[in-house]
């Protein structure tokens, strides 16, 4: 089924609606005797350059989609946390394949575009990893000085629990590009854009087990027009 879409919003902004499910390469370096994502150290599978998350059809769509934009901002909608995260606490690194950590050739191209085409605000929107997140998307994630090319924010699950609280601030030290990580909370996130600034809210209620539980602001973010970067509101 053909899911991914493009809608757009006047001069403001273009939606650019992405399915990262039914087009991808299966995941790299399954365990023995199962199959799907697994988390990983040694995995030359994984950083092939053939391998795509999107599908090549998919990539190219969004690639041309991008280049023609004149909207002030793209926001890039898509099922989960694009920014790379170092799951290994010290030397080395581990990654979960099942997202774009599984394929990072595919991600470091979309990026590369993004930059090299200038496009105009990018902003990357996702979901699934049960928590709320907040981060720079790099050329290099390993490189503290590589400039920064787009602002992600993941929004947290509606009922669902998260990751243990001490994995999540263990993956904050390996990956200093993430601004926030937050399994705790449920919730949603609401984004509201201007022509000057896209204003990131993180909506968090006290419980799930209680209806009409108390719901506040978890943290507030802001991205200025033509300054790529997660900045606190």
């Not at 280049?67 to 290994?88: E, H, P």
Request: glycine share 10%; hydrophobic share 35%; net charge positive.
């Amino acid at each position: 089924m053909r899911l991914y879409a493009r809608v757009g919003f006047g001069k403001l902004g273009a939606f650019h609606l992405l399915d990262d499910r039914q087009y991808r390469d299966y995941q790299a370096c399954p365990s023995p005797g199962r199959g799907g994502s697994n988390t990983v150290e040694a995995c030359a599978e994984r950083s092939d350059p053939n391998r795509s998350l999107l599908g090549s059809e998919q990539e190219r769509w969004l690639a041309e989609g991008l280049a023609r934009s004149r909207t002030r901002w793209n926001l890039i909608a898509q099922q989960t946390l694009m920014a790379q995260v170092d799951q290994k606490p010290g030397p080395g690194q581990s990654f979960w394949t099942d997202g774009w950590d599984g394929y990072p050739a595919a991600r470091s191209r979309l990026l590369r575009s993004l930059a090299l085409r200038r496009v105009s605000n990018p902003i990357v929107l996702g979901g699934d990893v049960h928590g709320f997140y907040a981060a720079d998307l790099k050329l290099d994630f390993d490189d503290l000085r590589s400039p920064v090319v787009a602002t992600e924010f993941v929004t947290t699950s509606i009922s669902s629990d998260g990751r243990p609280p001490e994995r999540v601030a263990a993956a904050l030290s390996e990956n200093p590009h993430i601004k926030l990580a937050d399994g705790t909370r449920r919730g949603y996130t609401r984004v509201t854009l201007s022509r000057d600034r896209a204003v990131v809210e993180m909506q968090a209620v006290d419980t799930v087990k209680t209806p009409g539980a108390p719901i506040s602001t978890l943290a507030t973010f802001v991205v200025e027009d033509g300054k790529a970067g997660a900045v606190r509101g």
